[in-house]
């Protein structure tokens, strides 16, 4: 099984932008589904974006699209969640999740198995 390390968090202004980086361990990373999902205080953790195991298969939830790009480097056992235009809304403790068999879509946190730690993102207005 894999484990996987979140970094790229950050407070940022409005309109601004970050990108985080979920860094595997393990050879089989490639054979994962991977996705972003985010909690916010008292919400339930919900869907950002997931990716297949090739990266050419990917989905995005809600406020996501347009605005966040997933996508990963299996050389470096790594997915990455470039986000733009980021929002107060998307104030969060962002996660990386894999999984062996979860579908990319409709990316939902209860389907994947193995989480990170979570990288929080505060965007100030």
């Known amino acids: 099984q894999v484990q996987l390390v979140e970094s790229g968090g950050g407070l940022v202004q409005a309109g601004g932008s970050l990108r985080l980086s979920c860094a595997a361990s393990g050879r089989t990373f490639s054979q994962y589904n991977a996705g972003w999902f985010r909690q916010a205080p008292g919400k339930e953790r919900e869907g950002v974006a997931c990716i297949g195991q090739t990266g050419r298969g990917t989905f995005y939830v809600g406020s996501a699209r347009g605005r966040f790009t997933v996508s990963r480097d299996n050389a470096k056992n790594t997915v990455y969640l470039e986000m733009n235009n980021l929002e107060p809304e998307d104030t969060a403790v962002y996660y990386c999740?894999?999984?062996?068999?979860?579908?990319?879509?409709?990316?939902?946190?209860?389907?994947?198995?193995?989480w990170g730690q979570g990288t929080q993102v505060t965007v100030s207005s």
């Open positions: 999740a894999a999984d062996l068999i979860a579908i990319v879509d409709p990316c939902k946190p209860r389907l994947f198995d193995v």
